[in-house]
């Protein structure tokens, strides 16, 4: 077990050293002299090349990246063009906002994505299927901004029920917290939802076919142990899968999420990098976000082994 | 047949039959393939509404969707102002009409680009083994960006114009085709038939033309319109947090990225937009799913 662990991880340091490299050429080939950003507008040639020089912007492509991803690996992500912080500081200060907007709507989502699916495919071909379904479509169509202005709209402003912008940390109470991260977990859930709950209906359907399926019903086994003990524990690994994978989605919608809703966290930073042009604060958020991912997927991938004891690496 | 064990017994009755039942017409060709298929017929209907909207914008009764008149700004939706006026007395009701042309130009393009390019790129994996190793991990390194942050990255690199937003979501999606693309190649290779024909003399040229493509067309298809659809979502993302077209250019999400701070008392400059941008989305999810329901009859069990 331990080996194929290993190998496992071992697997993910070449896309990680791709993922460094595509971000470094990015930013590389970027427009614009970062020096003569930093010098601003009245600095003469003379100031601008003194700060090339002090930069080391002079020297060639590989030792520049290889400096760089040596720093990386120290956990130093550079400096913030514009702000002049470190931008692993500037990413500290705006996770907890982000992780926990992406933590409850991983959970809201698995909670209604995955019975979602399961009554869907038990009942297959019903109404109640084709409404799930008809369901799914309209969260793909449904792009996470437009979600989130439409539960804002109804019960936020209308209603009153719930506050429509902001954040407030953990540490000021679990209430409050939670409280303002309901309408955007649920606007950034839809389309995650929707691809959780059909990849399960799939599994479920293709699993309730099985011959193991029709012995547990034939020695009297009720309907939902079938369901939940017996398919959905076959049906996990391309579940696990496509949660792993939508992770993807989670990050995207975050950024928008955030601008939606107020919420001070990484997206409302991205946003801010990109219309300041601060190339190392942008190259820092998407590295961190592309780790994450990879990440992600690895754990997912060694889920599977305890999901499903015959896969191996 | 009810007709007949109804009738009973009496063989006669079976002989009216033709007067009872009308003759049925069996719609074939492309006509019967749409209409017996509800799905892709609201999907393409309402697509190519969209479509209209995009080439007649200048002739629905628009103003130019730039002309800025301070006088006129912040209008409720009337009689004059269909949509209602911006914060700069711009008319939403011509920009959301041209909106259609940014939103459907980029979502077709990113759809033919992205698959011409996994296209080839999964052949050449495919076919070329000394090759496929190196690719597909190259393929991994980019697939394990999310796609909305890769865009975002290329757009602060470049001007922001409508062929980079293109190029930048299309680049995202190249890998997941190239993927689909080379499992159809390794699947079909192994194929007895193709065995043959290689055993008859053909080219390799000959074999990709004659039984590779045709058979990766179908997946294909179904995959370039899903991707259409979510590079039309990507691009009013982009857009809505002003990394994608430029602001000038009336395009949904900047519309909408016009309205955002003032949503709370002008829901409607958010609204309108919003709500063709969702139904184009829809559309062409509708249009994707009736496709895979009607070229692959066994995934269209399973999903």
């Known amino acids: 077990m331990l080996r194929f662990i290993v190998k496992r991880v071992l697997a993910t340091i070449p896309v990680m050293a791709f993922v460094a490299l595509f971000v470094f050429s990015l930013l590389y080939i970027a427009p614009g002299d970062p020096a003569a950003v930093i010098a601003g507008d009245q600095a003469s040639p003379q100031d601008i090349e003194r700060i090339r020089l002090s930069l080391g912007l002079d020297r060639p492509f590989l030792v520049r990246f290889l400096e760089w991803a040596g720093q990386i690996l120290q956990g130093n992500l550079g400096t913030s063009m514009f702000t002049g912080l470190p931008v692993t500081e500037l990413i500290q200060q705006r996770i907890e906002p982000t992780l926990s907007l992406m933590i409850v709507t991983l959970t809201f989502a698995i909670l209604m994505a995955v019975p979602i699916g399961v009554l869907a495919a038990w009942k297959a071909g019903s109404a109640l299927d084709r ?30 029920w719930l506050p429509s912008q902001g954040y407030t940390p953990l540490a000021q109470g679990l209430w409050p917290w939670f409280e303002n991260l309901i309408l955007p977990a649920i606007a950034l859930g839809f389309v995650y939802i929707a691809l959780i709950a059909r990849t399960t209906r799939a599994a479920m359907l293709e699993v309730l076919s099985q011959d193991y399926v029709r012995t547990a019903r034939a020695k009297g086994m009720g309907e939902s142990d079938i369901l939940f003990l017996h398919a959905l524990k076959n049906a996990a690994v391309p579940i696990v899968t496509v949660i792993g994978i939508g992770v993807a989605l989670l990050i995207g919608g975050a950024v928008v999420t955030e601008s ?22 942008i190259q820092g958020i998407v590295l961190m976000f592309s780790m994450v991912y990879v990440l992600v997927n690895l754990a997912v991938d060694l889920i599977y082994m305890f999901v499903d004891p015959r896969i191996r690496y | 047949m009810t007709d007949v064990t109804a009738a009973g017994p009496h063989v006669a009755a079976a002989m009216n039959l033709p007067d009872i039942l009308p003759p049925v017409r069996h719609r074939r060709g492309v006509t019967g393939f749409i209409l017996r298929r ?23 009764g628009t103003v130019d969707p730039t002309a800025l008149a301070p006088a006129k700004r912040l209008r409720a939706p009337s009689d004059v102002y269909w949509f209602g006026t911006d914060a700069f007395g711009r008319d939403i009701y011509s920009r959301v009409m041209f909106g259609a042309r940014v ?82 190649v390794l699947t079909i290779r192994e194929q007895p038939y193709v065995d043959a024909a290689r055993a008859s003399g053909s080219t390799i040229g000959s074999i990709i033309l004659r039984h590779i493509l045709p058979n990766t067309l179908a997946p294909l298809t179904v995959q370039a319109t899903y ?77």
């Not at chain 1, 804002?152 to 009153?160: E, G, N, R, T, V």
């Not at chain 2, 309402?46 to 209209?52: P, S, V």
């Not at chain 2, 697939?143 to 865009?151: D, F, G, K, R, T």
Request: glycine fraction near 8%; include cysteine.
């Open chain 1, 260 to 281: 939606v809703f107020a919420i001070p966290g990484l997206g409302r930073l991205t946003i801010d990098a990109i219309l300041r042009r601060d190339y190392p604060l």
């Open chain 1, 131 to 160: 409404l799930f379904m008809a369901f799914t479509v309209l969260g793909f169509s449904l792009p996470v901004f437009v979600a989130g202005y439409i539960l804002a709209y109804i019960f936020a402003l209308q209603l009153d």
């Open chain 2, 103 to 184: 939103s459907l130009a980029v979502g077709f393009s990113v759809a033919l680009l992205a698959s011409a390019a996994g296209l080839f790129i999964g052949l050449l994996s495919g076919y070329v083994r000394a090759l496929d190793g190196l690719i597909m991990r190259i393929m991994d390194g980019m697939m394990s960006i999310p796609p909305i942050l890769l865009a975002v990255a290329l757009m602060a690199l470049t001007r922001a114009s409508v062929q980079n937003v293109i190029l930048a979501i299309a680049l995202g999606e190249v890998p997941r085709v190239a993927r689909l693309v080379r499992s159809v």
């Open chain 2, 227 to 303: 991707i259409c659809g979510s590079a039309i979502i990507v691009e009013s993302i982009l857009s809505f947090i002003g990394a994608g077209t430029p602001p000038i250019t009336p395009s949904w999400g900047n519309i909408m990225a016009d309205g955002r701070t003032l949503w709370q008392v002008k829901p409607y400059i958010i609204f309108f937009p919003a709500m063709f941008l969702s139904l184009t989305v829809l559309a062409v999810n509708l249009l994707g799913d009736g496709l895979r329901d009607a070229l692959d009859p066994r995934l269209a069990k399973k999903l």
């Open chain 2, 38 to 60: 509800p799905t892709i017929a609201l999907g393409l209907g309402l697509l190519l509404t969209m479509t209209f909207i995009a080439f007649a914008a200048p002739f629905l």
